[in-house]
């Protein structure tokens, strides 16, 4: 993929960007040497049909507000955002033009670690969620499924220093997932920036 060009993925029903290279790959590094070490990870575990199980990754909250944020019957509460996040953030920002409340950060630490397949359609994250997701490290596949029509597939491979943006009616549409792989592949830490609402408050 050529740096500095955005890509708009040939996806129906949706609205997904891609930016390769908003980092350098010394910037890139840099952040993800300063985020393996600061970030507050956590293992939460997840009961699926009445079993539990650790989650296939590890994952943090940050956020500006106290809002919690619940999927798969997982609630996390957010920890304030540190410098170099929140570097990270303004960088986004200003790439996508849009604001954002909240990161949500998963790290894959090898092959085996995963997300499987699911829509970002919390109401919390209000009705036609902007998500801005930003990869460091190690290059990992990311699948997208239509959720009517099963024919329709696409998998794209998320670069060291890029950044995913998914927004308008995706998350109504779509399912996506980063599956495992056998390959042998390098940590990856993914950085999702959402606007996660206080419980009560809509936005307008
Ligand atoms: O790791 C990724 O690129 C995707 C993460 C994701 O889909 C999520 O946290 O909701
Ligand atoms: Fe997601």
Same mark, same amino acid.
């Given at each position: ?19 390769? @290279? ?6 890139? =590094?840099?952040? &993800? !040497? ?6 507050? +990870?956590?293992? %939460? ?51 996508? @033009? ?6 949500? =950060?998963?790290? &894959? !630490? ?6 499987? +397949?699911?829509? %970002? ?84």
């Amino acid at each position: 993929m050529y740096k500095n060009s955005t890509y708009r993925l040939p996806l129906k029903d949706a609205e997904v960007l891609y930016y390769p @290279g908003i980092f350098s790959g010394k910037e890139s =590094l840099d952040y &993800y !040497r300063s985020l393996m070490e600061k970030t507050l +990870w956590q293992q %939460d575990e997840i009961t699926l049909f009445g079993k539990t199980y650790p989650q296939p990754r590890l994952t943090a909250l940050y956020a500006d507000n106290l809002a919690p944020y619940s999927y798969s019957g997982i609630t996390m509460h957010p920890h304030p955002f540190f410098p170099e996040l929140a570097e990270i953030r303004k960088k986004v920002e200003s790439v996508c @033009g849009e604001s954002f409340t909240s990161c949500l =950060l998963n790290l &894959y !630490r090898n092959g085996k670690d995963s997300n499987g +397949w699911h829509a %970002d359609d919390e109401r919390e994250l209000g009705i036609n969620p902007v998500i801005a997701s930003v990869s460091l490290g190690g290059e990992r596949y990311f699948h997208f499924k239509h959720k009517k029509e099963k024919e329709l597939r696409h998998k794209l491979l998320l670069e060291n220093g890029s950044l995913l943006l998914m927004k308008g009616s995706t998350q109504h549409h779509w399912l996506h997932q980063i599956p495992k792989t056998m390959r042998k592949t390098e940590p990856r830490i993914n950085l999702t920036f959402r606007n996660i609402l206080v419980p009560g408050n809509t936005k307008i």
